[in-house]
């Protein structure tokens, strides 16, 4: 069983900067891969971005490239997101996602076995 607890959401200004982090306890997080994923008020859960267990493949959606950077730190078993330039159309309950084996398509929140409560970022224009 892993443990997913997100953190650094909040309120802030379009054109400014957030870092969520996601906190993971209980099994081994390394082997991990973690995703990051949104839902913002009467729209569906999208893909944000993903990482593989060794850092160094990072995968995003088209809408966030260039201004999301997903990045971990094993050694403290903590998934982060790095948002800037946030736009209105950011706003949206941020979740952290985690599975134990390999995901071929790391897009697809279904692949993921555990869930986060979630961070809530709101932008305000």
């Known amino acids: 069983q892993v443990q997913l607890v997100e953190s650094g959401g909040g309120l802030v200004q379009a054109g400014g900067s957030l870092r969520l982090s996601c906190a993971a306890s209980?099994?081994?997080?390394?082997?991990?891969?973690m995703g990051w994923f949104r839902q913002a008020p009467g729209k569906e859960r999208e893909f944000v971005a993903a990482i593989r267990w060794s850092g160094t493949n990072t995968y995003y959606a088209d809408s966030v490239k260039g201004r999301f950077t997903i990045s971990r730190d094993n050694a403290k078993n903590t998934v982060y997101l790095k948002i800037n330039s946030l736009k209105p159309e950011d706003t949206a309950l941020y979740y952290c996602?985690?599975?134990?084996?390999?995901?071929?398509?790391?897009?697809?929140?279904?692949?993921?076995?555990?869930w986060g409560q979630g961070t809530q970022v709101t932008v305000s224009s």
């Open positions: 996602a985690s599975n134990p084996s390999y995901i071929n398509r790391l897009g697809a929140g279904s692949q993921y076995a555990y």
């Open positions: 209980g099994r081994t997080f390394s082997t991990y891969a």
